[in-house]
């Protein structure tokens, strides 16, 4: 069964699965990085919220050997249990008050993404871009985010401006920043995870890495915009150090200290861009350097 027969296929099984009240919608969907996969999304009426599920995941899980039946079954299974409401307080998109407080940042690869920036208030930092996204709380409790484009701050009549102002306020206290030594890190995952620690050959008894990201561990390669965090861990090392660029998701900081040659470290970065990580996750190719002296991150 080729893919577009398994698309057309899994989306009328599930027809018949399924609530006669929701609808099945097939999409293209752009991601991070102009990476664009097909998916289905699941919508029910008068719900801001409609899961999706990706088909290029899906149709691997068949030609692996799964069966379709059990596919579908799974799906069925997740759709039963999704939360297609948001909390009371921020129902209503239109009103901005309701998500001011919850304005953050990200940090995305600004080449690849022209796209997006076409679509949506941003800020260059570097060779990178800042974007905005609000994060959502649904009635269980748990956090889901939507991108915030130029017809959502034009609906608010906020600026650009506004919402960075927000964001640096916002995105600390609720995605509170972590470091911590990669050999620690790396102790937790397990073994088939850690892939990266061969890489870049950490020795556990002498960790000279460290991992930077947020709390919740998605998109927290943005903590490298929090205020004075850079420059706190730099003078607690008491010097200067250079940030890879692991993913969107975190970053690794390597005190210069150590002399570890940059060269190597591009070489590192590379590596972990073509092994390690999906496409959507990328951030970018090369070290950047953070001087203490002039509290200042550049290009490596």
Same mark, same amino acid.
């Given at each position: 069964?080729?893919?577009?027969?398994?698309?057309?296929?899994?989306?009328?099984?599930?027809?018949?699965?399924?609530?006669?009240?929701?609808?099945?919608?097939?999409?293209?969907?752009?991601?991070?990085?102009?990476?664009?996969?097909?998916?289905?999304?699941?919508? @029910?009426?008068?719900?801001?919220?409609?899961?999706?599920?990706?088909?290029?995941?899906?149709?691997?899980?068949?030609?692996?050997?799964?069966?379709?039946?059990?596919?579908?079954?799974?799906?069925?299974?997740?759709?039963?249990?999704?939360?297609?409401?948001?909390?009371?307080?921020?129902?209503?998109?239109?009103?901005?008050?309701?998500?001011?407080?919850?304005?953050?940042?990200?940090?995305?690869?600004?080449?690849?993404?022209?796209?997006?920036?076409?679509?949506?208030?941003?800020?260059?930092?570097?060779?990178?871009? +800042?974007?905005?996204?609000?994060?959502?709380?649904?009635?269980?409790?748990?956090?889901?985010?939507? @991108?915030?484009?130029?017809?959502?701050?034009?609906?608010?009549?906020?600026?650009?401006?506004?919402?960075?102002?927000?964001?640096?306020?916002?995105?600390?206290?609720?995605?509170?920043?972590?470091?911590?030594?990669?050999?620690?890190?790396?102790?937790?995952?397990?073994?088939?995870?850690?892939? +990266?620690?061969?890489? @870049?050959?950490?020795?556990?008894?002498?960790?000279?890495?460290?991992?930077?990201?947020?709390?919740?561990?998605?998109?927290?390669?943005?903590?490298?915009?929090?205020?004075?965090?850079?420059?706190?861990?730099?003078?607690?090392?008491?010097?200067?150090?250079?940030?890879?660029?692991?993913?969107?998701?975190?970053?690794?900081?390597?005190? +210069?200290?150590?002399?570890?040659?940059?060269?190597?470290?591009?070489?590192?970065?590379?590596?972990?861009?073509?092994?390690?990580?999906?496409?959507?996750?990328?951030?970018?190719?090369?070290?950047?350097?953070?001087?203490?002296?002039?509290?200042?991150?550049?290009?490596?």
């Amino acid at each position: 069964m080729n893919f577009a027969v398994f698309k057309d296929t899994l989306i009328s099984l599930l027809s018949t699965h399924l609530d006669p009240n929701v609808t099945i919608t097939p999409k293209h969907i752009t991601k991070n990085n102009n990476n664009k996969r097909e998916a289905i999304v699941i919508s @029910i009426k008068d719900s801001p919220i409609a899961p999706t599920f990706y088909l290029d995941n899906l149709y691997n899980d068949y030609l692996q050997g799964k069966p379709l039946d059990l596919i579908v079954e799974s799906i069925e299974t997740l759709y039963q249990n999704a939360d297609f409401s948001i909390s009371g307080e921020i129902a209503d998109f239109t009103d901005f008050s309701k998500f001011k407080n919850r304005i953050i940042y990200r940090l995305i690869n600004r080449k690849k993404n022209e796209s997006l920036l076409s679509d949506v208030p941003h800020y260059i930092y570097l060779d990178l871009a +800042i974007i905005f996204c609000a994060l959502v709380e649904t009635k269980d409790n748990s956090q889901a985010s939507f @991108i915030i484009h130029s017809s959502h701050s034009d609906a608010w009549q906020v600026s650009r401006s506004d919402l960075l102002e927000l964001a640096k306020e916002n995105t600390p206290l609720l995605l509170p920043p972590q470091i911590c030594r990669l050999a620690d890190m790396l102790k937790e995952l397990q073994p088939e995870t850690s892939d +990266i620690g061969e890489l @870049i050959n950490v020795d556990m008894q002498e960790p000279v890495f460290y991992v930077m990201t947020n709390s919740m561990k998605i998109n927290g390669a943005s903590t490298l915009l929090y205020e004075n965090v850079l420059l706190e861990f730099a003078n607690k090392m008491d010097t200067d150090f250079y940030v890879l660029p692991s993913s969107v998701h975190e970053t690794l900081l390597l005190p +210069i200290s150590e002399k570890f040659p940059s060269e190597q470290i591009n070489e590192i970065i590379r590596e972990g861009n073509e092994c390690l990580i999906s496409p959507e996750e990328y951030l970018s190719d090369h070290y950047y350097y953070f001087d203490r002296k002039q509290n200042m991150l550049s290009c490596g």
